[in-house]
């Protein structure tokens, strides 16, 4: 059964490629004049690149999405202030040009001149006011709302519902001005991020929470706009001649599929129906490393688990820690995820800086600390956690209540749900089910507290460790197992006024340490990104947070 469904939406893949032309189009005068023509390009057209960067989304809202595959896409159909270039550094966008002030409180950008958006209506200063409104907006319920905006002059206010005391200004049409309440040294990545690109007002006040739901109402301003739209299926899109860098915006058409499952893609893959695939099944692994298709680069971030801290007993430190260590990190990373993950030692993994030139966070810690998980202490790390399940009031599992460990099925998360389902009965004696979900639903799930234990996994925004400490902050709209602590939500605090560099790491240690001791969360590995492209496929660019730009690609 399970072969005859992969084999069926491969074909469906394959089809919805070819019959592009006879999909419903954007092309009614709004969206642009090309789209008909594009989509009914030829696969093997080099106009027409075909990638899959994952399974269909719970939203495309920028301001209400935290995924990453949602996040590529929108990348490539919206545009913020500034963004990133090929080597990750940030460079004007929207904006021509900015000045910061000598305090770092005040940001003026400029924009550039005859911005428009895709239906061809002007793009002004306004549109990123509103936008940005409508992040700190609580009607909204942005996710990452407090965490890119509560630097900003007025955001508890706002936060409160008056919007007008956040420190935004349009002067003219072209001048947009930030006030910030304290200096923020990454606020320049704030500004490239995917939640913060403008969105037009006029469409979502005539649409509401439905603007996303079809071609002809997601209006945007990037390098391509969604021409069509088949629900869970692809996105396809189509190179915005109303876009300020077209000229230098490669394919016509970018057909981007949503496959669920990395078999199906995997199979698209091989018939030559995608250009880009980062899903394969990893039982391929061993052979596709061998391919020139086969790329792996560092990806910073942590894959970890979260418990559901307002439920018994994971309100209890000991349970939490104690379901923690019994897991072997060096067996997850290295056999189970094969090697393509790093086991976690500490929360904050590789590839974050710290307050010297060049140092590393995570060698810091090391350090300074040592490492909360001994990954040749294995042994010594299970008796704890079963001396602490007993403190709990617990041993060997005695009165412990069933439970369910979330996840969605891609990648290693089922094997290494399997796993800790194993270790928590053989070792602990609990009894643990496993909740498969659709991506969708369990993003969903997660975030409105209805799992016990969930799957979580995290990649960097920008380099700074607060950016994932951030998450552990009881106001943090990305905290969904809603840990919760009065002393670490305090230096969490005080350190967003420290403009001390030493100071401030070390206040990030801090709190690190604090989340370590409460295991509010159980890291279990680090990240690496795995992907296959065409050998003809060039200039895609990767960056370390977890994108892929497309915009800038070619064919040999």
């Known amino acids: 059964m399970k072969k005859k469904i992969f084999l069926g939406l491969s074909m469906a893949v394959a089809v919805s490629l070819a019959a592009c032309g006879g999909q419903k189009s954007a092309d009614n005068g709004k969206q642009g004049s090309d789209a008909t023509k594009a989509e009914g390009a030829e696969a093997s057209d080099n106009s027409v690149l075909n990638v899959e960067i994952g399974p269909p989304q719970e939203t495309i809202d920028p301001a209400l999405n935290n995924a990453r595959e949602a996040a590529n896409m929108i990348n490539h159909t919206f545009e913020g202030l500034l963004r990133y270039d090929k080597d990750g550094n940030i460079v004007p966008a929207q904006a021509e040009s900015y000045e910061k002030s000598d305090d770092g409180l005040t940001y003026t950008f400029h924009l550039r001149d005859g911005l428009k958006w895709s239906d061809g209506t002007d793009l002004t200063a306004k549109d990123f006011l509103y936008s940005w409104k409508r992040v700190a907006d609580p009607a909204t319920a942005a996710p990452y709302a407090e965490e890119l905006l509560g630097m900003v002059k007025g955001y508890k206010e706002a936060a409160g519902g008056n919007l007008d005391a956040l420190g935004l200004e349009a002067p003219d049409d072209k001048t947009f001005v930030i006030h910030l309440a304290y200096p923020c040294s990454y606020f320049e990545q704030i500004c490239a991020f995917a939640v913060m690109v403008p969105v037009q007002e006029a469409t979502i006040e005539a649409n509401g929470d439905a603007w996303t739901n079809t071609a002809e109402t997601y209006v945007s301003n990037g390098p391509y706009y969604v021409s069509a739209y088949t629900q869970d299926e692809q996105y396809v899109l189509t190179k915005n001649p109303n876009y300020w860098d077209k000229d230098n915006v490669t394919f016509e058409t970018i057909n981007w599929l949503l496959v669920k499952d990395s078999n199906a893609a995997y199979t698209a893959y091989n018939q030559g129906d995608l250009d880009f695939s980062r899903d394969f099944p990893k039982e391929e692994l061993e052979s596709v490393q061998k391919t020139a298709d086969y790329h792996i680069d560092p990806l910073r971030g942590t894959y970890f688990m979260i418990f559901n801290c307002n439920k018994e007993p994971f309100n209890n430190p000991k349970v939490r820690a104690a379901l923690s260590l019994a897991l072997d990190r060096d067996y997850i990373a290295n056999s189970i995820m094969q090697g ?133 902050v009881t106001t943090n709209g990305n905290n969904d197992g809603k840990y919760s602590s009065t002393e670490y939500d305090s230096i969490m605090d005080k350190a967003k006024t420290i403009t001390d560099k030493a100071a401030y790491y070390d206040a990030m240690h801090e709190a690190e ?44």
């Open 340 to 472: 393509l993950y790093s086991p976690a030692t500490n929360f904050v993994g590789t590839g974050v800086s710290d307050a010297k030139e060049g140092s590393s966070f995570e060698k810091v810690t090391e350090e300074k600390y040592g490492n909360a998980f001994d990954l040749k202490g294995y042994d010594a790390q299970l008796a704890k956690a079963k001396e602490l399940l007993a403190e709990a009031g617990y041993p060997n599992g005695e009165g412990f209540p069933a439970f369910s460990y979330s996840t969605n099925d891609t990648d290693y998360h089922k094997p290494v749900a399997e796993y800790a389902q194993d270790v928590w009965k053989k070792e602990l004696g609990l009894n643990c089910s496993i909740n498969i979900l659709e991506w969708a639903s369990f993003t969903a799930d997660r975030r409105s507290g209805n799992f016990d234990i969930a799957r979580q996994g995290w990649l960097y925004d920008w380099d700074d460790p607060a950016n994932m400490l951030n998450l552990l």
């Open 513 to 556: 340490q604090l989340a370590l001791k409460d295991a509010a969360i159980a890291p279990i590995a680090y990240y690496n990104d795995t992907w296959l492209q065409k050998e003809n496929l060039k200039n895609v660019w990767h960056h370390p947070n977890g994108f892929w730009y497309f915009m800038h690609a070619t064919k040999e």
